[in-house]
């Protein structure tokens, strides 16, 4: 069994798996119709189910190793703006990160694996996820049993900075742990032509959004790499009335646990002690979201001996600052996190992620099954 013939044999249905759940998204934890549909094939090709939640384990063969291959299914409430035939059909809802895309690259290396299961000396686990996008959704499959008995995982994210066709390989830190934070700066409101009768939060706030932005460039080891970003801010009314809140929201990024600690910790330090300064209050919200994706190097490795095995392009991908909760199961299972590049400018797919004319080019959509497809067979040779 080839696994690129395989799934180069199946590419048209992988695109219109593609197509059909990017007509209709879900966001996160909504995801009813989409599993729904995978559950029904993986049943059919004699998977065994586990619901959890919108979320689905399914288990085929037998053996003492076990992989698991894990693809996210949740939407954004993005309005899409593509003019394309497969255009999003839900009002304020977008597959705009490439989730469709991940669900239907794994829903066909399911179908391969299924057809070849006597070739797999083990256990092949697919783990459909949902809630990627803010909701941890990867802590609850967890909760469900996603990693029971799992020897190693492997998950796949199409991606906008590699070339099309490319599988971007790295060892260690990969994407970046995340948090956000909020500051609710409480003054004193009043007329906007008596300001000393005030105690005016707006001035605090912008105190507040340049101070923070000293955390990284004084607070942090220059030889490390933080982010912290202010990206919203909502106060006032109108212009005669100076309010007396205002309200600061934000993210912030790391690739160390011991520098994500000094992010938090300046963060409220600096909230309060401005808002302090000046006579006001803060109340001040500081939480992690997930964790840094760290790829296992030995597991790396292997991708990349597998990658060249079967002939598939690779290459290394640069770490981002994004964050991806797959990083829950590599805390818990030795594995990696892998990119299929899919920027090709001849057909304008160029926007990134999160965007509304975010795309994928569709056409190398089954080199990542026949990735995920070989993962698994060379793993339980």
Same mark, same amino acid.
């Given at each position: ?11 048209? @249905? ?61 939407? &954004?409430?993005? @309005? ?20 469709? %895309?991940? *669900?239907?690259?794994? &829903? ?27 909701? +941890? ?60 009768? =005030? ?11 340049? %101070?923070?932005? =000293?955390?990284?460039?004084? +607070?942090?080891?220059?030889?490390? *790499? ?7 801010? +909502?106060?006032?009314? =109108? ?15 790391? /690739?160390? +646990? ?12 600096? %909230? ?14 500081? @939480?992690?979201? *997930? ?9 790396? @490795?292997?991708?990349? !001996?597998?990658?060249?095995? /079967?002939? &598939?392009?690779?290459? !290394? ?6 964050? !991806? ?57």
């Amino acid at each position: 069994m080839d696994p690129v013939k395989e799934a180069e044999r199946i590419k048209d @249905q992988i695109i219109a798996w593609r197509r059909d759940f990017h007509m209709w998204p879900e966001l996160k934890y909504e995801e009813e119709r989409t599993s729904k549909i995978v559950e029904e094939h993986l049943r059919e090709w004699g998977y065994r189910i586990k619901r959890v939640g919108t979320g689905i384990i399914a288990d085929i063969g037998e053996g003492e190793k076990t992989i698991a291959l894990r693809a996210d299914m949740d939407a &954004l409430p993005v @309005q899409e703006e593509n003019d394309v035939p497969y255009k999003s059909r839900v009002p304020g809802k977008m597959h705009a990160c490439g989730h469709d %895309a991940h *669900t239907a690259m794994l &829903l066909g290396a399911g179908k391969i694996i299924a057809e070849h299961i006597d070739e797999f000396n083990g256990r092949v686990r697919l783990v459909f996820q949902p809630a990627e996008e803010g909701g +941890n959704g990867a802590l609850k499959m967890i909760e469900g049993g996603a990693l029971k008995g799992v020897d190693a995982i492997f998950g796949f994210h199409v991606w906008m900075d590699l070339p099309s066709g490319v599988i971007g390989i790295r060892e260690g830190p990969f994407l970046a742990g995340a948090g956000f934070f909020e500051a609710k700066i409480i003054g004193k409101g009043g007329h906007g032509a008596s300001p000393h009768e =005030t105690v005016d939060p707006i001035p605090i706030a912008s105190e507040i959004v340049l %101070a923070l932005q =000293t955390v990284v460039s004084r +607070n942090v080891d220059p030889k490390e *790499t933080a982010v912290v970003s202010v990206t919203a801010i +909502n106060g006032g009314t =109108t212009f005669n009335v100076i309010p007396e809140k205002v309200s600061l929201k934000g993210t912030f990024r790391f /690739y160390k +646990n011991e520098v994500g600690d000094i992010l938090k910790k300046r963060i409220k330090e600096i %909230a309060e002690g401005v808002s302090s300064a000046h006579g006001a209050k803060a109340k001040v919200s500081v @939480q992690d979201l *997930t964790p840094p994706t760290i790829n296992d190097p030995d597991m790396a @490795q292997f991708a990349r !001996e597998v990658a060249e095995k /079967y002939g &598939l392009r690779h290459g !290394e991908v640069p770490p981002t600052m994004g964050a !991806e909760d797959f990083a829950y199961y590599l805390q818990r299972v030795p594995g990696a996190f892998l990119a299929l590049g899919i920027r090709n400018e001849e057909k304008g797919i160029v926007y990134p992620h999160h965007h509304p004319k975010f795309d994928v080019d569709e056409d190398v959509l089954h080199l990542g099954t026949a990735m995920e497809v070989a993962l698994a067979r060379e793993f339980l040779r």
